[in-house]
Every structure is written in C-alpha cells, then in structure tokens.
T-cell receptor, first 116, second 116 residues
Framework: AQTVTQSQPEMSVQEAETVTLSCTYD???????LFWYKQPPSRQMILVIR??????QNATENRFSVNFQKAAKSFSLKISDSQLGDAAMYFC?????????????FGTGTRLKVLA | DTGVSQNPRHKITKRGQNVTFRCDPI?????LYWYRQTLGQGPEFLTY????????KSRLLSDRFSAERPKGSFSTLEIQRTEQGDSAMYLC??????????????FGPGTRLTVT
C-alpha cells in the first residue's frame, strides 16, 4: 500500500523569504502523480502544483516549485517570496496512474505560518 | 458553475441519529469522491463514483455508511446510528475522468459533523 509522509507538522517563514516543505512517499508503482494542495483556515482545498512521475523536469507554478526526486521518493515544495496569503495547511498527495484507482492518498499536512 | 458545493456546512447531531450530507460537483465532472478529515490529519479516502457507479470503497466505510450518486449528478453520504468517532470534516471532490489523464480533484468546502 502507498503511504505519504510529511515530517514537518509546522513551519514558519518571514514574508518575502523562501521556505521548503518536505514530503516523502512509498510506492512500488512506477507511474503515478503527485500533488500539493493548500487548505487555508476554514476554506476549501485548492491545488497548488502537480507533478507527473514520468516527467523528469520539476513542475513550477509562479512562486511555487517542486523538487521531485523519484529514486529517493521525495517531493518537496518550495515557496519563493512568501506572502501572508500563503499561510495555510499544505498537503502532499499521491495518486496512482493505474486505471481504476483514482483516490488520493494524503500526508498529515504541514501548517505554514508567514511572519510579517 | 462556481465549484463543488456541499450542504450542510455544519451538522450537530446526537449519537445514534442518522445524518445525510449532499455534494454537488462541478457540472461537467463525471468523477466524484468522498473523503473524511479528522483534526490534525490529512483527508482519508472513503468512496468514489464514476457517473452513477460506485467503483471503489474504503474499508473505512463501515456498514453504517452509504453513498449514492443517482443519475450521475449530485451525491449523498448517509451515516446511520452515528457514533462520536464519526465526528470529522467530510469532504467531497470532483474531477474529469479521461483515461491516462492526471486531472486534479476539485474540493468542496466540506461538512463538519459533530456527534454529541
């Protein structure tokens, strides 16, 4: 069974600085997708960034980028130029690419605090 | 269409009562998912529909839980004989469903259930 581990329950970053959130996963599959979702307080989860396992190039979305290390089964999220609005819970999620299995497996989350 | 909606947003019930939650997905999405999120944890998969067919159920979904998606549109999640351990946030998500595509899931705001 696949598992996702986020070992940092909480992180803090100064506004305008850079922070990296860690995520590791365990799977025997070779084809899968990885996601980072953001859950602001009392608001719904939104997708931050997505990575296909078959792509060697790391995904980037504006200030958000990932460091995908397939052999190490690591998928970290880097947030550059942190803003107050980035404060939220961040969840790493795994999804198999095998047909018929579409559920996400989530980590326990990292709470990000942004200090003004 | 502004996204996935869930009703009610909050539900307080006494132990032993039955509750039903509703999820309205994004209109063109054929896949619908239910997750449960407890405090300090990431969402855990409960069940998944493709159109009106329930294709996958977690072992977390005990006999007291039932989900339906009549006509492949909205979905309901019913919990019978609620227990205090059922207290959680129940999240609904929807996505497009084309084979081989990493379509992300769009989440609703959730229904927070408190069982007293």
């Amino acid at each position: 069974a696949q598992t996702v581990t986020q070992s940092q329950p909480e992180m803090s970053v100064q506004e305008a600085e850079t922070v990296t959130l860690s995520c590791t996963y365990d799977t025997s599959e070779s084809d899968y997708y990885l996601f980072w979702y953001k859950q602001p307080p009392s608001r719904q989860m939104i997708l931050v960034i997505r990575q296909e396992a078959y792509k060697q190039q790391n995904a980037t979305e504006n200030r958000f980028s990932v460091n995908f290390q397939k052999a190490a089964k690591s998928f970290s999220l880097k947030i550059s130029d942190s803003q107050l609005g980035d404060a939220a819970m961040y969840f790493c999620a795994y999804r198999s690419a095998s047909s018929g299995t579409y559920k996400y497996i989530f980590g326990t989350g990292t709470r990000l605090k942004v200090l003004a | 269409d502004t996204g996935v909606s869930q009703n009610p947003r909050h539900k307080i019930t006494k132990r032993g009562q039955n509750v039903t939650f509703r999820c309205d997905p994004i209109s063109e999405h054929n896949r619908l998912y239910w997750y449960r999120q407890t405090l300090g944890q990431g969402p855990e998969f409960l069940t998944y529909f493709q159109n009106e067919a329930q294709l996958e159920k977690s072992r977390l979904l005990s006999d007291r839980f039932s989900a339906e998606r009549p006509k492949g549109s909205f979905s309901t999640l019913e919990i019978q004989r609620t227990e205090q351990g059922d207290s959680a946030m129940y999240l609904c998500a929807s996505s497009l469903g084309l084979a081989g595509a990493p379509y992300e899931q769009y989440f609703g705001p959730g229904t927070r259930l408190t069982v007293t």
